[in-house]
């Protein structure tokens, strides 16, 4: 940004504090090593004067950049699909637009584009980085690490398990699970099935250990993997019906799936929940408002947990001392789930 | 990227050619200023070792971040509700993983953050920027200018009439709103009304233009004026037809608008196409094919448009010399547009 001229200068601050250029410098970036009354004079004259720090020079003293990488670690046509980034990116934009922070969408067209990914992230270009759908054996975590920037995960790393320094935004995936398939059990279901999300994601593996904490007698024929789409949902469903035509309750691992379960079940002739009972996961509005019949499903905040992890990383990258409380290293957090019942069970 | 130590050296290269470092760094990247011969030493030394550029070398000399901006000129909400941006988007990515360069989309909430987006491109985090959706009174194009980085605009930017330093690719959104109106006419409709997208953005005055080359005589209570979403077609149908009851026919200027005419129509017992014809602009697929009836519409490439967009970007930003051509600078691009012919007119 050029400097409007009529805008009071570091140098006028300075003069009016009676300190150097250096020490304004350091006590508009953070004020560590500076006398407390010295940042006193200091701040005085910055409100008196109506001071802007100009960006550019910030960011050379700060090496901030005022910008945070979003890297999703699916095709673009999925992201642009699938609801599910579009709220979680909402609620990221809304806390980092409140930090006057840039939102960078790192787009890729598949796992070959990760290595380009770390490259611009090891290029000092973000101040950190939120990564989300993150797929077993993804490269993309090691070249982060390699990058150097800070990051925090939505949904928690399959690789991360003890690892204290991995920061990441997660829902109750099992316990959900556990809610959504009790629920079924009440209802007096006994033959229950699952449709899995895709087991290379932990968000899948979660919910399918969830399932199985309460089924446990429930043999492998009455679990067929989808791909957290309508049409892997309906592929799924009619698996199931194949192998358990008396089946009488699905849990699906999203709500994307539960609709395209619905949709194999009506083609069969099969009534919901009369015949089968049907349980999703996300409450994804408007789409599990609008199946037929609206979707009973485990709710999760997704916009929330945008909104945290950006929280999270920016907080992480504040400044310690000049009169702020020294905060801890951030840690990770894992939001509840609720049950939330409409028609299908 | 951290060199493999097995990976051949630039000084092996230049040990290899009987030149300096500096030269072999010159050829490699472009050439500028290196005598021919020296120039063919090191391409043959380069190849018989297989040598590849370290990236971050590479980016201190030809100042290339290998990373394209994409800025769409809309809050993040319409950018995923409407499939243009995807369709484009994929087109631009398509084009620019062919050349190894990371697509960046700086999402924005609203006109404030344009601001912060102009610092990003002037911070040296891209070669270029891609923009898109502009709308009249946006300060975007003037911070782009200050920024100061190669751009080029989807869509005819407003303020750029006859400035040849502007570059856009375009449809033919005036001939093509002429197509659709007169087959209107052809059909022999005589009391044709027109839904307008937003009257800020060039493509909606363009395609209104078009409406008017063709209807003369049509008074301003046939037109009213859209917003490019299936709600704001909705409502303007509704008030079209409070208008002029009689109306039998109307050109929608895109296809989201269209469908939401088609849902006013239904809801007024008006039969589409016997009482009333519908023409939309775009050809979005899925929506075209799945109103009811399907629409009759004006094709424009989309992904095409957003190929092209990079291309000419990356076209511009090619080094001169080194044995190649010398280029021109790249110049605007308009598409032509096509009639395809559905059930709704």
Redesign the interface.
Known sequence: ??EVTSRPTLEAVAARAGVSRATVSRVVNGGEGVREPLVERVRRAVEELGYVPN??AR?LVTRR???VAVVIAEP??RV?AD?F??LQ??GI??EL?AH?S??????T?GRD?H???G??L??G?VDGALVFSLHLDDPLPGLIH?AGVPTVFGGRPGWGDGVPDVVYVDSDNRGGARDAVRHLVGLGRTRIGHITGPLDQTSAVDRFQGFRDVMVDAGPRMVVEGDFTPAGGESAMRELLDRCPDLDAVFAANDLSASGALRALRERGRRVPDDVAVVGFDDMLPVAEQTDPPLTTIRQDIEEMGRLMARLLLGGLEPRGAGREATSAPSSVVLPTTLVRRASA
């Open positions: 940004m050029s960006q550019a960011s950049h005022d910008a673009e046509t642009f609801p980034f579009a990116l909402r934009g809304k637009t006057d840039q939102l960078v969408l790192l787009l067209e584009d290595v380009r990914v490259r611009y090891a290029g270009h390699g």
